[in-house]
């Protein structure tokens, strides 16, 4: 089965500095996109940053940007300059196949980040 | 225009009753998910929708839980006979195509609590 591990469960930072969230999967395709989603306490899951797998550069939003390791597949969030209203789960997710043939996200447990003043 | 909104918000529930969420996808987005969030966990793929195709129902935990779509907009998902292991937040997503290629948008969610 394809998975996603999100291996830190929760995470903290200062505001104005810099974070990363770790994220690896499992797949045997070769070309697929990869996504990191926002959510705050409000519920809504808000997309952070999508990574096509076939494009060597790493994507990069503001002050979000990741490191995109095909090879180890590795898929880690860096926030840079954290600002309180970054507090949320955050959850890597990766487009996988049902059993009934269409696709859905497989989404990791989720690190909570927590930005301290 | 308005994002996925899903109602009710919040649901309380007793053991055995039957409950019903309702998603509002984005106008024109073809495609709807409905996922579940259990505490503590990521989101578990539940149904989803395709224009109007037949639903790919392979993620519905038990024959409680049934979905539809109508005119390819308003979906509700349908709890019969709810239990406590139901407790979840339920979520809903919309995109205009391809997972991946387009972005899936994600309602606020209810939040079911059944006692």
């Known amino acids: 089965a394809q998975t996603v591990t999100q291996s830190q469960p929760e995470m903290s930072v200062q505001e104005a500095e810099t974070v990363t969230l770790s994220c690896t999967y499992d797949t045997s395709e070769s070309d697929y996109y990869l996504f990191w989603y926002k959510q705050p306490p409000s519920r809504q899951m808000i997309l952070v940053i999508r990574q096509e797998a076939y494009k060597q550069q790493n994507a990069t939003e503001n002050r979000f940007s990741v490191n995109f390791q095909k090879a180890a597949k590795s898929f880690s969030l860096k926030i840079s300059d954290s600002q309180l209203g970054d507090a949320a789960m955050y959850f890597c997710?990766?487009?996988?196949?049902?059993?009934?043939?269409?696709?859905?996200?497989?989404f990791g447990k989720g690190t909570k980040l927590t930005v301290n003043p | 225009g308005a994002g996925v909104s899903q109602s009710p918000s919040n649901k309380v529930t007793e053991k055995g009753k039957d409950v019903e969420l309702r998603c509002d996808p984005i106008s024109g987005h073809t495609a709807l998910y409905w996922y579940r969030q259990s505490l503590g966990q990521g989101l578990e793929f539940l149904i989803y929708f395709q224009g109007n195709s037949a639903p790919d129902k392979s993620g519905l935990p038990s024959d409680r839980f049934s979905a539809e779509r109508t005119g390819g907009s308003v979906s509700t998902l349908t709890i019969q006979r709810t239990q406590q292991e139901d407790s979840a937040v339920y979520l809903c997503?919309?995109?205009?195509?391809?997972?991946?290629?387009?972005?899936?948008?994600f309602g606020p969610g209810t939040r079911l609590l059944v006692l």
């Open positions: 997710a990766y487009p996988s196949i049902t059993q009934g043939g269409s696709e859905k996200l497989v």
């Open positions: 997503a919309s995109s205009l195509g391809v997972l991946g290629e387009e972005t899936q948008y």
